[in-house]
């Protein structure tokens, strides 16, 4: 079990309160933390800033520089690559993160990168500076359809996976609650004795699907399969931390209970094995058992996978089980790094695929969102939504013209680490007992979310991909595999 102490190393994050009136909306941010896209006339508005920070007692502090590596011999450059997502088109090469601290010797406030970065657009307008935007990973582990992508519920344990809220006739009344019983999409252990898909044999390079997420748990199915790429030597990913796919529990609180989103990018990566045998899937891990990261961590990590393939290592589908809501409906503007740098991926040939959320609303959700900005001479991004068995939209998937495929996401069954946490069997008695709910000993799980709809849609169009090498051909392929995918959603 993790000491105490690593609990602490988690992410901070808060949310941003709502204000309905003037066209704000909760979203939750690193609280002191900016981030800067490297675009002319930045430093105007950065000048600005510190003054206004000065006048808090606060100053800013730079903390990490994302660089982008250009886009490819023939592609589109920069600035022709953002311009159809984002109105000022500058094309970014970089984005800086700066912390907002207490100034030496001051008895300010603490510090609130909302609070500054709100009272920069009051005197500016609308500039380039944004928050550091928290993604959270969403399977269907809340009671509360609109905080399923809120961290502030969905990393309780008490709430995600206790089998009392079942019986609970308060909860009946909301209708998403039905995927947490276990039989009615909620997580459980299952057994699977089916086989795993047979690899294709074959000369040429693999098909690969890269999977950003929590990392991936041995098993027996994937041996063979999920590796872990690197940059000149160093793993792309979060590096130290608690390993949920290895270590359910991160201790805190002392329950035994495993965290929310352990297991996740396990139960993906089996169903990429499911669907498209001969792909092999790269797992980077981007977060822990919280499911939790923070938008400048996965900025830089798509950065570190453009340049994995810029030297020569193809990833052909990258798939964002993640999302996080804006401040405001026209706020897509502040997010030009993540952007930018799913267009560099986009114009290497890589098809990107990111789910919904859900949330149950029709609110945007990004990086799926992106998906309606249209881009020229770069491979698809797809924004997938959940259906249940028969066929129906889920009733915990969020929807709207911005998502642009549906396919089946509830009662799914996928590899899980094979783990046994605190829960134990209703009745054990004389060597018989109830099924324990939360032991994974037989390495298969039941689950639900657009999480897990989306690698489903990665996996059909990694299924129909012929792996080819150059720029133009990689991009022509994608859309024809996606075009060949979708007459199976």
């Known amino acids: 079990m993790a000491s105490w102490q690593d609990a602490y190393r988690t992410l901070s994050w808060r949310v941003s309160p709502a204000e309905p009136d003037a066209g704000r909306y909760p979203t939750a941010y690193v609280p002191d933390a900016l981030l800067v896209p490297q675009v002319p006339g930045a430093e105007d508005e950065l000048a600005a800033l510190r003054s206004l920070a000065e006048a808090r007692g606060w100053v800013l502090e730079a903390d990490g520089v994302v660089e982008f590596t250009p886009p490819p011999r023939g592609a589109p450059s920069m600035q022709d ?36 970065l709100r009272a920069l657009r009051e005197q500016r307008g609308k500039g380039v500076v944004g928050l550091d ?81 929590t990392g991936c748990a041995p098993h027996p199915w994937l041996d063979g399969v999920v590796t872990r790429p690197d940059l000149d030597g160093s793993p792309i990913g979060l590096l130290g931390g608690i390993d949920a796919e290895r270590e359910p529990d991160d201790g805190t609180p002392l329950d035994g209970l495993a965290e929310p989103a352990a297991g996740h990018g396990t139960f993906i990566a089996g169903l990429v094995r499911q669907l498209a045998p001969g792909a092999d899937v790269l797992a980077i891990r981007v ?9 400048f961590t996965l900025v830089g990590t798509l950065a570190d996978l453009v340049a994995h393939q810029h030297r020569g290592h193809p990833v052909d589908v990258v798939n964002l089980s993640l999302s996080y809501t804006h401040e405001s409906d026209d706020d897509q503007v502040y997010s030009e790094g993540l952007y930018a ?13 990111a789910s919904a959320g859900n949330a149950g609303t029709s609110r945007p959700h990004y990086p799926a969102a992106f998906a309606t900005r249209t881009a020229k001479h770069v491979a698809p991004l797809v924004s997938v939504g959940a259906r249940n068995p028969n066929g129906t939209v889920a009733a915990f998937s969020n929807d709207g013209p911005w998502v642009t495929a549906h396919v089946v996401g509830a009662s799914l069954v996928s590899t899980h680490p094979r783990v046994n946490t605190a829960y134990e069997p209703l009745v054990r008695s004389g060597g018989r007992e109830t099924i324990d709910p939360d032991d994974y000993g037989s390495g298969f799980a039941c689950w639900s979310g657009t999480s897990f709809a989306a690698p489903i849609v990665a996996a059909r169009v990694a299924a129909h991909l012929k792996p080819t090498r150059t720029r133009a051909e990689r991009i022509k392929g994608a859309a024809a595999a996606l075009r060949a995918a979708r007459r199976q959603f």
């Open 341 to 353: 740098v799913l267009q560099l991926l986009r114009a290497q040939g890589t098809t990107v695929v």
């Open 81 to 116: 690559l953002t311009r159809a997502g984002l109105p000022r088109g500058a094309g970014p090469s970089g984005v800086t993160r700066l912390r907002v601290a207490r100034a030496p010797g001051t008895p300010a406030d603490t510090p609130d990168a909302h609070v500054l």
């Open 287 to 295: 977060c822990q058992g919280d499911g939790l990261v923070d938008e």
């Open 133 to 213: 935007h928290v993604l959270a990973i969403g399977p269907v582990t809340s009671t509360n359809p609109v905080t399923s992508t809120n961290p502030v519920t969905s990393t309780n344990p008490v709430t995600s996976t206790n089998p009392v809220t079942s019986t609970n006739p308060v909860t009946s009344t909301n209708p998403v609650t039905s995927y947490l019983v276990p039989g009615a999409g909620g997580k459980q252990p299952v057994a699977v004795l089916a086989p795993p898909p047979p690899r294709p044999s074959g000369r040429g390079r693999p098909v690969t699907v890269a999977v950003l997420d």
